[in-house]
């Protein structure tokens, strides 16, 4: 293996003999506008930004926020300009970027958006700009919001795979896509609620965007699809330009010498220029060291990341791993921010539909290590339900989002049973047994009724404790009694907040700057902890084989075998759907090897589109 990095290090090195172009650096003294590329997907957790790193690495949304904040503060910035072409972003994360326009806005620079088409997202993104522009004849997608709830019984059936899962709750749907072909009347409410609160937000985000009433705005919704000449005649947008025509009217309005500056705010990249072999090393050397991007030396509000599905162990550290939260490295993560005296105050930014109880279970107890040391405030992103309420639960103050997807207390069960698949390819078991249960997690047989029941009342016992976690912790704050609640119901930020289950509606930045107002810090860092590391440091990671948890190494190995097995059944069939079945496929992989997960159904976690 170390042969195979070295050779890797030594192409590298050839790579970065010639000196790439850079972006557009800030001269001293420029007039400036701020360009923001939102192309890719958005993302919570920083991405390795080093010349070394392959591929889309996305768009990080603390990174276009902070740096929003600093061109609205820098006096040589005059505007802001936000691209959105190709930006893949959920609702939470689009009203955060909004939140970040309008600070540009109240500094009294103007915010320009400009994408050739859009779709639903991207118009709710782009929303907060003080003017927005399309290509002419670019295609407006507003029609409102769409979604799927996918049910895998079927497929599951020719395959000759018999699902048996038990729940806690008659809300907690999540195991209804495998058992059923169809929702239950609890889930089918149940997502109609939530999608009626998500839509009414939408409805009131363009609204207030666009200064119109909502009954106009869903006027707007049911009438589309629009050409940009249709848009721009409805009011839903300012200007039909290129973006040629957008960048002659910066430069008359700004002056011809304007900057159009791409990295604003921004670390600076390591000097590329290798005229010896000294400096390549040097900059060898500063790419395997911890980044420091965010220290200064400044007490700092730490930002720990539960991002993904909740899992037990350590993550994986190889290079084209799949993003799951692991208990180990969280755990880990809270622990270094509680004993960090440098750091006064800790947000968990949860972004996650649950997993492992255990993991849960492992994660909150080092949320009570940090909050018996130093203020803890929970930051909601898009999804943070069953297994990731499970986590945030602990925090005297927990902010969501308005469209957040979040509660999900109850619990879900069960085992495949595999026996008609192994018979279609011609393969049969015998089974021997000792012991009344010895065969409970058999993928043999189904339940027996002496199984299921214990299968239940082990559930029951985990269900309790995620309820009295929730009463112990909440208290007085929740609106309701906790049976009314609880049953696996799913609500958006905004019914949790009128619940109590959320104690304030705010983005990430909200919750930063309350956390560090709850430490009495004026003058600080935002850091995230831990340190995120770049290319080659996995690289030499991945290398020396660590310490790795080999329960997670295989989970990430075999993680899509069942998918696999589908994959004749699924060819042809539309990508957006095959996404989902996959991500369903990989639940029920996580299910079968936990036994008992606290996790939301799929569709929750896709967003609605």
Request: hydrophobic share 45%; glycine share 10%.
């Amino acid at each position: 293996m170390l042969q195979r990095i070295f050779c890797v290090i030594s192409g590298l090195f050839l790579l970065i003999s010639q000196p790439p172009a850079l972006a557009d650096v800030k001269p001293p003294g420029k007039t400036v506008v701020a360009v923001f590329d939102l192309n890719g997907t958005m993302t919570e957790q920083p991405a390795d930004d080093s010349p070394f790193a392959f591929g889309d690495q996305g768009v990080w949304l603390r990174d276009v926020v902070t740096r929003m904040n600093r061109a609205a503060n820098d006096p040589d910035v005059k505007a802001v300009l936000v691209l959105g072409d190709g930006a893949s972003v959920g609702l939470a994360q689009a009203a955060e970027v909004n939140q970040a326009m309008q600070a540009v806005r109240a500094a009294g620079k103007d915010v320009y958006a400009h994408a050739d088409s859009m779709m639903m997202g991207q118009y709710v993104l782009l929303g907060g700009a003080s003017r927005l522009s399309m290509a002419p004849t670019g295609d407006l997608w507003a029609v409102g919001l769409y979604g799927d709830q996918i049910y895998l019984h079927g497929l599951l059936v020719k395959l000759g795979i018999q699902p048996d899962f038990l729940h806690c709750g008659a809300y907690k749907s999540a195991s209804e896509i495998f058992m059923r072909d169809g929702p239950s009347p609890e889930a089918d409410a149940m997502t109609n609620w939530l999608l009626d609160s998500i839509y009414d937000t939408v409805v009131k985000s363009i609204a207030a965007e666009r200064h119109v009433s909502t009954d106009r705005a869903k006027t707007w919704l049911d009438q589309g699809p629009y050409t940009s000449e249709k848009a721009k005649a409805n009011g839903m947008i300012d200007a039909i330009e290129d973006r040629a025509g957008l960048e002659s009217a910066l430069k008359d309005k700004y002056g011809k010498d304007v900057v159009f500056d791409k990295r604003h705010g921004h670390a600076k990249q390591p000097d590329m220029n290798f005229s010896n072999p000294f400096a390549m090393m040097s900059v060898l050397a500063q790419m395997m060291g911890a980044k420091n991007t965010e220290a200064s030396g400044k007490p700092a509000v730490g930002v720990v990341y539960v991002d993904g599905m909740i899992m037990l162990g350590k993550a994986d550290s190889g290079l084209m791993g799949g993003q799951f939260a692991t208990s180990t490295d969280i755990a880990s993560a809270l622990d270094q921010a509680a004993d960090d005296d440098s750091v006064k105050a800790v947000i968990l930014r949860v972004d996650s539909p649950g997993g492992s109880a255990t993991a849960s279970e492992i994660i909150l107890h080092a949320t009570e290590r940090v909050k018996a040391k130093k203020p803890l405030v929970v930051s909601m992103g898009g999804v943070a339900g069953s297994g990731g309420y499970y986590v945030a639960c602990a925090a005297d103050n927990i902010f969501a989002d308005d469209a957040t997807i979040t509660a999900s207390i109850g619990v879900v069960g069960g085992k495949l049973v595999t026996t008609g698949m192994w018979n279609n390819v011609g393969v049969t078991f015998k089974a021997y047994q000792r012991g009344a249960h010895a065969g409970l997690l058999s993928t043999d047989t189904d339940f027996s009724d002496s199984e299921r029941a214990k299968m239940q009342s082990w559930m029951e016992d985990i269900y309790g404790v995620f309820k009295n976690h929730v009463t112990a912790i909440r208290g007085n704050r929740l609106k309701k009694p906790i049976d009314e609640l609880d049953a696996g119901r799913v609500f958006t930020g905004r019914q949790a907040l009128d619940l109590g289950l959320v104690d304030k509606i705010g983005s990430l930045q909200d919750a930063i700057v309350f956390a560090a107002d709850q430490a009495h810090l004026k003058d600080y860092d935002v850091r995230t902890v831990p340190e995120p590391k770049n290319f080659l440091q996995r690289l030499m990671e991945q290398a020396s084989d660590g310490d790795s948890d080999r329960q997670h190494v295989a989970l990430g190995a075999d993680s899509d075998w069942l998918f696999r097995l589908a994959e004749p059944y699924l060819t042809g069939l539309d990508a957006q759907h095959i996404r989902i079945v996959q991500l369903a496929f990989r639940q029920l992989q996580l299910v079968q090897q936990e036994r008992v997960m606290l996790m939301l159904p799929p569709e929750y976690c896709g967003g609605w589109r």
